[in-house]
């Protein structure tokens, strides 16, 4: 139920103030985030830094709730943070600042009520660089993608390392 109601804030919130008229130039931004997102899951299928809890039933597992925020939340935060992207470098540290607030807000809340439980030496701390990394690499992709792509396998084979995440674990 918890991701039903972040779900529909964050699409209300990009009808209201996203950039509509280009959704298509960030198009490819969406996909990055999701094609991410998608293939973190497939490399720690076995071997989970975090797992969604949902008590309310909607979604009786880990992967089917992690696909609907995928598919459903990842777009409209992509097309928000894209959206009146601003030019002085202080106005993005403040929006980078706002938005890994956010997300770190609510994983902070919704670890609270147990909706979130973390794994295999995963915790707040991580998310938190995670979020930070996220959201330098969504304005990144939008202007640079081939560097960006170049950046994100960095980043998850530093993951993977830092993790141990046994690739004999993974199907």
């Known amino acids: ?12 919130s990009a009808w209201h103030w996203g950039d509509w008229k280009n959704w298509k130039q960030y198009y ?8 991410n997102a998608v293939l973190f899951n497939v490399l720690t299928y076995e071997y989970p830094t975090w797992e969604w809890r949902d008590h309310s039933g909607v979604f009786p597992n880990h992967t089917l709730l992690d696909l609907w925020i995928i598919y459903t939340q990842f777009p409209a935060v ?5 959206s009146h992207y601003p030019k002085s470098f202080k106005r993005k540290v403040l929006r980078w600042l706002i938005w890994v607030g956010i997300f770190t807000g609510l994983e902070v809340s919704v670890g609270i009520v147990k909706y979130i439980v973390y794994d295999n030496s995963w915790n707040i701390w991580w998310s938190i660089i995670f979020n930070m990394i996220t959201f330098v690499m969504i304005p990144l992709h939008y202007r640079r993608p081939l560097l960006t792509w170049l950046f994100s396998l960095i980043v998850i084979a530093c993951l993977c390392m830092i993790f141990e995440l046994p690739l004999t674990k993974m199907r």
């Not at 139920?1 to 209300?12: G, H, R, Y």
């Not at 992509?78 to 894209?82: D, I, K, R």
């Open 78 to 82: 992509v097309l928000l943070y894209l």
């Open 28 to 35: 490819p931004t969406m996909l990055y985030m999701i094609i």
């Open 1 to 12: 139920m918890i991701s039903f109601i972040v779900t529909i804030l964050f699409i209300l």
